[in-house]
């Protein structure tokens, strides 16, 4: 499996961004996805989440500002991000995970300018 994430990039406080993660095979199933994020000397953190069902789940601190969703025709997953702080700086990475096996793409940088 592989995942391309795209859409990354520098944006003033309060701006928008929408990142994007392309898998290369069907995302319809027992497969949850997932965007993280690694902010600089950090941990890599789970922001937010979206089954099959779909239902969706969001870190605290993104709730209400981001929102994930995915497109099953074009096996993409996206996260709408508004209102972005500083504090959402970092690298966001897509995982597809199903049935215990993990994968991973390349991140894509979000820098947000205060």
């Known amino acids: 499996v592989q995942l391309q994430a795209s859409g990354g990039g520098l944006v003033q406080a309060g701006g928008s961004l929408r990142l994007s993660c392309a898998v290369s095979e069907s995302i319809v199933g027992p497969i949850v996805m997932g965007w993280y994020r690694q902010a600089p000397g950090k941990q890599r953190e789970l922001v937010a989440s979206?089954?099959?069902?779909?239902?969706?789940a969001y870190t605290n601190s993104v709730k209400g500002r981001f929102t994930i969703s995915r497109d099953n025709g074009k096996n993409t997953v996206y996260l709408q991000m508004n209102s972005l702080r500083p504090e959402d700086t970092g690298v966001y990475y897509c995982?597809?995970?199903?049935?215990?096996?993990?994968?991973w793409g390349r991140g894509t940088l979000v820098t947000v300018s205060s």
């Open positions: 979206i089954s099959s069902a779909p239902t969706t």
């Open positions: 995982n597809f995970l199903r049935l215990g096996q993990s994968y």
